[in-house]
């Protein structure tokens, strides 16, 4: 039986105050478990786990400073002082304008890094990373708005005022990673007037004419489909093409039997989110059973991967050892600051599916518009959708 039959044998309302009671205690458990990774010298900043190979970093950091604030305790990890040094800190690691080096991530080279197929020290993916979640921090340090992904593109990307964007769509992909990234630029960049309407339009009509159409999804998956939909459909607010089949889809995946062996946490964050921002563009679809199984996972999640250290793990028996391609930790059963941040943002999206940000400390905040201000992108996407 699936995680989806189970969650509509139930009635919605003793579901749902499962849920209630679960994430109350997590919100409790966030601030237990985030002193416990609190780094001694930089009160202000935190480590992966516990057992951890590196120091506070700011990976570690933006995860777990953004589950404190989706769970309402933000203020309780980190004093007024502790906000300013830890906005001191990011500034130290700034080594150009929006370019950040992060000690604690390049001070040694992690064991397999080859794997990667990048450079050492960083210089692709790896480098964007870390300009995008120290930008993150300050998100939280400073309490602002800010768009993570608005650092300089990565040198072997296009640049700005480059037309041969599609080029470079069609080689990279499957990885719609980059390919979304890419394009929430792209957006800004017609908005600038530094390409034309016609780059834009090229890349976004290549782009949903690779979604499959009898799932809905690009990239045959729902990781692959969140990747493109969070950086540009979100903040462009444009409506989301065939919203009914990517929530079948992602339904039908989750009902599989294996599909709670070995979660890895960013599935079932990109699923509720798939859900969520699919939802805006086919209201009241399949609502009650959305809701029953946003208040049904919110429970499992929160009882299966909760540890004795009151952190939750990646994994039901051991934390993620790696981030990206670095060591952060021994995978042993402890809380990860991944965990929280990846887990924590699915369960703070089905608090909004389940309204129930007036019942729990966790705000329900999901869309891009509540991080940044998107009215440039939400101009664009209006403009293209017609």
């Keep these: 039986m699936g995680t989806v039959t189970d969650s509509q044998q139930f009635d919605l309302d003793e579901l749902t105050e499962k849920a209630i009671a679960s994430l109350k205690r997590a919100s409790e458990d966030m601030v237990v478990w985030a002193n416990q990774v609190r780094d001694p010298e930089k009160p202000w900043a935190f480590r992966w786990s516990k057992e951890s190979t590196r120091g506070a970093n700011v990976g570690a950091c933006n995860y777990i400073l953004q589950t404190a ?55 692709g993916a790896h480098k964007e990373a870390n300009n995008q979640y120290a930008r993150g921090c300050l998100r939280f340090y400073e309490e602002g708005e800010l768009d993570q992904l608005s650092g300089p593109t990565p040198p072997t990307w296009p640049q700005k005022g480059d037309v041969n ?61 969140f990747k493109l939909l969070i950086p540009v459909h979100d903040p462009a607010e444009m409506p989301v093409p065939r919203a009914d089949k990517i929530i079948d889809s992602v339904f039908k995946v989750m009902e599989e039997e294996s599909y709670d062996n070995n979660l890895f946490p960013c599935e079932e964050f990109d699923a509720f989110y798939d859900i969520a921002i699919a939802a805006t563009s086919a209201s009241g679809y399949r609502e009650e059973d959305i809701k029953k199984l946003a208040a049904h996972r919110i429970h499992t999640i929160l009882e299966t991967h909760r540890q004795s250290d009151s952190g939750l793990s990646s994994y039901t028996d051991h934390c993620i050892p790696t981030w990206l391609n670095w060591d952060m930790a021994p995978a042993i059963k ?24 007036n019942r729990v400390p966790w705000n329900g905040k999901w869309r891009q518009r509540d991080e940044y201000d998107t009215r440039d992108f939400i101009e664009v996407g209006k403009e293209i959708s017609g």
């Design 165 to 225: 964007v599609l080029d470079w769509i069609k080689k990279v992909e499957p990885n719609w990673s980059w390919i979304g990234r890419i394009l929430h630029r792209v957006l800004l960049w017609y908005k600038e007037g530094v390409i034309s309407k016609e780059v834009l339009m090229e890349c976004m009509d290549y782009v949903h004419s690779r979604q499959d159409p009898e799932t809905g999804f690009w990239g045959k998956g729902i990781q692959t489909t």
């Design 334 to 357: 402890q809380g990860d600051a991944f965990a929280w941040g990846i887990y924590g943002y699915g369960l703070n999206i089905c608090v909004d599916l389940l309204g129930l940000s």
């Design 69 to 123: 604030r989706f769970a309402g305790v933000l203020d309780r990890i980190l004093t007024p002082e502790q906000k300013e040094q830890g906005a001191d800190w990011i500034r130290s690691l700034e080594t150009e304008k929006n370019i950040y080096v992060d000690p604690a991530l390049v001070d040694r080279k992690p064991p397999n890094w080859e794997k990667s197929g990048e450079n050492w020290p960083p210089d």
